[in-house]
Antibody, heavy 124, light 110 residues
Framework: QLQLQESGPGLVKPSETLSLTCTVS??????????WGWIRQPPGKGLEWIGN???????YYNPSLKSRVTISIDTSKNQFSLKLSSMTAADTAVYYC????????????????WGQGNLVTVSS | QSVLTQPPSASGTPGQRVTISCSGS????????VNWYQQLPGTAPKLLIY???QRPSGVPDRFSGSKSGTSASLAVSGLQSEDEADYYC???????????FGGGTKLTVL
């Protein structure tokens, strides 16, 4: 059974850079059939897509976050990571990592496995 | 303001049929497939419907999806108390070159 687990800080200071890692177990991250994504959810609010990374290494980011986001993949560790710079209180959210299934369309947001989420609070 | 528009709330009594709408545009719903997610309180979202109307293994056939033009719908028939959750639609947007989610609909079972 595939499992995803986010790891990283629960508290970040304003203006700092958030670094989160998603460790994939029970399957390989190196498959062209899947892609890997980050989604966040502010407390009491809806889901917001952050970005995806594909087997080829190509990335797609939410235009509203693009200038601050970097998603990378480490196949040797079966992990992928998120970096979000210049954090503000508006970035306080639960951050989820997820696996996307390409199926017929590698762009469709078909996230079939999710991590449990990592609550990140931005505060001094 | 979300790119995909959903009603903030929906409700029904046990056994009833409820539908949740998701309105988009030519750059997202008309051009691409729609997926639906169910989020139970305090848990991660779960894929409920993919490719407009397909159910992943294990999802009851009480849940169904459809798409027409720039809108999509999720129907829940034979409503049960455990269906009380938040529901989100999602699609790729060709103009934004990214994924867009609806704002979510809170389904209450009365």
């Amino acid at each position: 059974q595939l499992q995803l687990q986010e790891s990283g800080p629960g508290l970040v200071k304003p203006s700092e850079t958030l670094s989160l890692t998603c460790t994939v177990s029970g399957g390989s991250i190196s498959s062209s059939s899947y892609y890997w994504g980050w989604i966040r959810q502010p407390p009491g609010k809806g889901l917001e897509w952050i970005g995806n990374i594909y087997y080829s290494g190509s990335t797609y980011y939410n235009p509203s976050l693009k200038s601050r986001v970097t998603i990378s993949i480490d196949t040797s560790k079966n992990q992928f990571s998120l970096k979000l710079s210049s954090m503000t209180a508006a970035d306080t959210a639960v951050y989820y990592c997820a696996r996307g299934d390409c199926g017929d369309d590698c762009y469709s947001p078909l996230f079939d496995y999710w991590g449990q989420g990592n609550l990140v609070t931005v505060s001094s | 303001q979300s790119v995909l528009t959903q009603p903030p709330s929906a409700s029904g009594t046990p056994g009833q049929r409820v539908t949740i709408s998701c309105s988009g545009s030519s750059s997202n719903i008309r051009s691409n497939t729609v997926n639906w997610y169910q989020q139970l309180p305090g848990t991660a979202p779960k894929l409920l419907i993919y490719s407009n109307n397909q159910r992943p293994s294990g999802v009851p056939d009480r849940f169904s999806g459809s798409k027409s033009g720039t809108s999509a719908s999720l129907a829940v028939s034979g409503l049960q108390s455990e269906d009380e959750a938040d529901y989100y639609c999602a699609a790729w947007d060709d103009s934004l070159n990214g994924v867009v989610f609806g704002g979510g609909t809170k389904l209450t079972v009365l």
